[in-house]
């Protein structure tokens, strides 16, 4: 049964510092793992999705990686800005599938000025 | 990217009634789901909603409580039945293409049960 867990569970850091954001999953037979913003009491929006086959993908400031053999994907945001305050999930396919998804319980992330 | 609207966006319902939730697209989607976020906790898959026939429901989640419908490839709803404080949630409805595509999610309907 695919578990996913993610490190820190809270982050609290001053701005322009680059961060790392950890998350690990159970069962490496994914198809892709993708990566949420959620603001508090919001939906989600979409950052990254990275394919199996890949190993990292990049929007601005953001860059994700996947190492499927060792069950472990980062999220590296550089220069932190208040504005990037919130909570990030990464969520991955249930075991055996592609479409629904299983989530861990989020790094909730405060950059201060 | 798809376009998710979500009604309402927040309410405050009495237990024991019901409340149903909307989940209208911008475009014709293959998959739609309703997840569940309980407050300080991650998501939480219910269902899986099959355009034209009884949704797909997790283990823990059924239909008598979770009535959802889906008419067509861009709307469906939820319903929360007989609530009590315990459904206090934040209900999120998401959409996702074929296979190996990105998942968008609405922006989410916070329910407090009193």
């Known amino acids: 049964k695919q578990e996913v867990t993610q490190i820190p569970a809270a982050l609290s850091v001053p701005e322009g510092e680059n961060l790392v954001l950890n998350c690990s999953f159970t069962?490496?037979?994914?198809?892709?793992l993708q990566w949420f913003r959620q603001d508090p009491g919001k939906g989600l929006t979409s950052l990254l999705l990275i394919q199996s086959s890949q190993r990292e993908q990049t929007s601005g400031r953001l860059n994700a990686s996947l190492d499927k053999s060792s069950g472990r994907s980062t999220l590296y945001i550089a220069a932190s800005q208040p504005g990037d305050s919130a909570t990030y999930l990464c969520a991955v396919p249930f075991s055996g599938g592609y479409n629904k998804l299983i989530f861990g319980a989020g790094t909730r992330l405060a950059v201060h000025p | 990217s798809a376009v998710i609207s979500q009604k309402p966006s927040r309410d405050i319902c009495q237990r024991g009634t019901s409340l149903t939730i909307q989940c209208q697209v911008d475009?014709?989607?293959?998959?739609m789901f309703w997840y569940r976020q309980q407050p300080g906790q991650s998501l939480t898959l219910i269902a899986t909603a099959n355009q034209g026939s009884e949704a797909t429901y997790e283990s823990g989640f059924v239909i008598d409580k979770f009535p959802i419908s889906r008419p067509n490839l861009t709307f469906s709803t939820l319903t929360v039945s007989n609530m009590s404080p315990e459904d206090s949630s934040i209900y999120l409805c998401?959409?996702?293409?074929?296979?190996?595509?990105?998942?968008?999610f609405g922006q989410g309907t916070r329910l407090t049960v009193v």
């Open positions: 475009s014709q989607v293959t998959m």
């Open positions: 069962d490496s037979a994914i198809y892709n």
């Open positions: 998401s959409v996702k293409g074929h296979l190996n595509t990105e998942a968008f």
